[in-house]
């Protein structure tokens, strides 16, 4: 049996914040979809302090592709190494990792490197992939100078906030009733228009328009993986001025204690524009506060009207 063909190809930034910050921003890889472009969302499948396994989805050349990954995380030598134990056609082996060398004025090169195979070596496959690599690589190294070079406190910049609502008709009612957002106009007050594809299954794009505090209207379109009936993952592509990046996850449980959604938003603030948007006395906090409340008014407003819909329509989906 012949031996698979292995490709390499390696990417370097230099980027002008210490090599702890970034290895930090890598590591936690919850914050992927926040912080990096092409990542879609990631569900853990097994997590120690050195090792996971993870789901990922991503978008590769214009699609989202999904595979499974393994990582081993090094924090002495600020090393990250991944496999992929589950690849996506016509990918039949990829790996790589992450290196972040410390430069003597401060700043610190990151390194990305890549192997792969993939099948029958097939030349157009080879390129199609070292394209997406390139692109995608590309970005993340960028995604990460853009975060790490701003100048505050990561924690400040990139955060999470979850809201939670009970159900009294039961969890699956209620992901019908997000996974069917082709009818939120009609359902909820703050959309007031929607167009939604699915050409494939359980990979949806939203584009909708939808009305703010102040009775003005925004435009959104996000990128959702949708896993019947127990959560609905988004990756929002049509930014606010004020984020970078916004993802998020609505998730439907039967718990002991009864039904319950809850809805998870991870944002990636953009500093250059606070004063542009609140005005010229805010702060990096007011910004933090508006978002909180922006996000989570409308995300609780939807869950709250899935409840609803769950109590009428019941095990009884639209």
């Not at 039949?92 to 610190?108: K, Q, V």
């Not at 988004?234 to 439907?252: A, D, V």
Request: with cysteine.
């Amino acid at each position: 049996m012949e031996r698979p063909v292995i490709h390499r190809t390696e990417h370097t930034l230099v980027v002008s914040a210490p090599a702890r910050v970034l290895y930090d921003l890598v590591s936690d890889v919850t914050l992927w979809p926040a912080v990096f472009g092409p990542s879609v969302h990631v569900r853990h499948l097994e997590r120690t302090e050195r090792s996971e396994v993870f789901e990922i989805w991503a978008q590769v050349n214009g699609k989202v592709a999904n595979w499974t990954s393994r990582r081993v995380l090094d924090p002495e030598r600020l090393y990250v190494s991944f496999r992929q134990q589950r690849s996506f056609p016509p990918v039949t082996s990829m790996g790589g990792g992450w290196l972040f060398r410390a430069l003597p004025d401060g700043r610190t090169e990151v390194v990305l490197r890549h192997r792969f195979s993939v099948e029958g070596d097939d030349p157009q496959a080879v390129e199609n992939l070292l394209a997406a690599l390139d692109r995608n690589s590309g970005e993340e190294l960028a995604a990460l100078a853009r975060v790490a070079e701003l100048g505050h406190p990561v924690e400040d910049i990139v955060f999470s906030f979850t809201d939670i609502v009970p159900l009294e008709g039961g969890a699956e009612a209620a992901y019908d009733f997000v996974n069917r957002a082709d009818l939120w106009a009609e359902r909820l007050p703050h959309v007031s228009s929607v167009v939604l594809t699915e050409d494939v299954p359980g990979v949806q794009d939203l584009r909708m328009e939808t009305l703010t505090a102040d009775g003005s209207t925004h435009t959104t379109r996000s990128t959702r993986i949708c896993k019947a009936p127990s959560w609905i993952a988004y990756k929002q592509s049509i930014l606010p001025k004020l984020l970078t990046g916004h993802s998020g996850l609505w998730t439907f449980t039967d718990g002991p204690d009864g039904p319950l959604a809850t809805a998870r938003h991870t944002v990636a603030l953009n500093p250059a524009t606070v004063t542009e948007v609140l005005g010229e006395r805010a702060t990096l906090d007011d910004a933090r506060t508006f978002i909180r409340e922006a996000l989570g008014r409308n995300s609780l407003a939807t869950m709250t009207h899935a409840a609803a819909h769950a109590k009428e329509h019941g095990g009884v989906t639209a």
